[in-house]
């Protein structure tokens, strides 16, 4: 590996330079390539399907997601692509493709289909738990049948716990924390508001929504038996228009806080609801930190809107803040900003599984991907091997106004930033797994 990495190194300089011509294209339709900074053009590019929502009431989350893998693999080719033995094409470039699935599992099937037969192996997807377990199975079936075009599916956002417990495959790896871990990081903000009496959970109504509010009731139970459950029901996703009438039984339930995995527009209307209805409560989010949220609620949110992620830019390390700074001059327009760090570490572990394995067989990546270690701007994290889900830190953070001690950053423009107030070690995140993996 020492002389692939040297590789890397004398390729780096010039790739650096090409990287800096591109630009990113808006408005791409169904199945078109991302541009790739080319560390050769003779090479042959890995090629990545990504599968999303990429039109409809949640193109704006699939769009968020192509910047952030964009530039991680724009990284990853600017520093010399990813660098394998002559017999297995030497230094290869990345290079997404998008399918759009429309918000839909049958179109994310048949966009499967069209990625497996354009060369892809590996899938990228993550904004719907229903669409990944969906793609799961599908996967699972075509490695069966067809072992010379196998699969690798990468999950950066899929949270139901089921994808690494029931229903865990060899051939799909989870880069987010799943829904019970960031409900167990939301609970130690939660645990410490002795004031808090009453709560009003509320989701989308699908497998993730479900498990959110499932787990969202054992963890009170467990931690806060104190607090009474006073509103506890599911909405349609993204058909929901007008949250006015769940923001009036909100705010009549003398609810304290709202607990919601709610994400996309059906978290923008929901806390833009509550505040034009006058609900003062607090909200605690696994995704209200970003994508319209802290705008459409305002000053109402200072202190009281709660959100978890693996990372916030807010995180107080001169790493990160160069980290995200970077990430803004890339994609400077306010609405652009919303950066995962976890996305950026999958395309890491990718690279690095790909170059341990000397190969993109996916068999033997998958294999490298079961102990993968990264870091990146003094994050990072490492696959567990029992159920193919990624261990990382994770912080929680309170939205307050930009400027404020702690609070550097805002959001998307809006004044408004998440000041960290618990960063939470992968050890105390980890959670326990029911997974039985058959292994190739």
Request: with cysteine; charged share 20%; aromatic share 8%.
């Amino acid at each position: 590996m020492n002389k692939f990495r040297s590789a890397r190194l004398k390729l780096g300089a010039l790739a650096l330079g090409l990287a800096s011509l591109l630009g990113l294209g808006g408005g791409m339709a169904h199945a078109q390539d991302a541009p790739v900074s080319a560390v050769s053009t003779a090479t042959v590019p890995i090629k990545l399907a990504l599968i999303e929502s990429l039109s409809g009431p949640f193109a704006n989350t699939g769009e968020a997601v192509f910047r952030n893998l964009l530039w991680a693999t724009e990284r990853v080719n600017a520093h010399g692509g990813v660098v394998l033995p002559a017999a297995a094409g030497g230094a290869r470039p990345l290079q997404i493709t998008r399918y759009d699935s429309k918000g839909q599992n049958e179109e994310a099937l048949s966009a499967l289909r069209a990625a497996i037969d354009d060369g892809a192996r590996v899938v990228m997807q993550g904004n719907s738990s229903a669409t990944a377990a969906a793609l799961i199975d599908a996967i699972n079936k075509h490695n069966e049948r067809e072992p010379g075009k196998r699969v690798l599916f990468l999950n950066y956002a899929a949270v139901d716990p089921i994808l690494t417990n029931e229903k865990c495959s060899f051939w799909h790896f989870r880069f987010d924390a799943h829904a019970d871990m960031r409900m167990a990081a939301l609970m130690e903000v939660l645990r410490g508001d002795k004031a808090l009496k009453s709560v009003y959970l509320i989701g989308q109504d699908y497998s993730f929504g479900q498990a959110v509010l499932r787990e969202a009731r054992r963890q009170l139970a467990l931690q806060r038996p104190d607090v009474a459950i006073v509103g506890d029901e599911l909405h349609p996703v993204g058909r929901v228009k007008d949250f006015a009438p769940y923001a009036v039984k909100i705010k009549n339930s003398g609810a304290q806080a709202v607990i919601t995995g709610n994400w996309g527009n059906d978290l923008t209307l929901l806390v833009k609801a509550a505040r034009e209805v006058g609900y003062a409560g607090s909200f605690y989010t696994f995704y209200g930190n970003a994508l319209g949220a802290p705008a459409a609620i305002g000053d109402a949110g200072i202190g009281k809107v709660v959100a978890v992620a693996d990372w916030m830019p807010n995180v107080p390390d001169a790493q990160s803040a160069a980290f995200y700074k970077s990430f803004r001059e890339r994609f400077p327009k306010p609405q652009d900003d919303y950066v995962h760090m976890r996305m950026q570490l999958m395309i890491e572990a990718l690279t690095k599984a790909m170059e341990g394995a000397g190969s993109v067989d996916a068999v033997a990546v998958a294999r490298q991907l079961e102990g993968v270690k990264v870091s990146l701007a003094g994050r990072g994290g490492s696959m567990r091997a029992a159920d193919h889900q990624f261990q990382q830190p994770l912080v929680v953070g309170v939205m307050d106004k930009q400027g404020t001690p702690g609070v550097p950053f805002d959001v998307e423009g809006s004044g408004y930033g998440f000041r960290v107030v618990r960063d939470i070690p992968a050890a105390q995140a980890e959670q326990p797994t029911s997974c039985k993996m058959q292994r190739f």
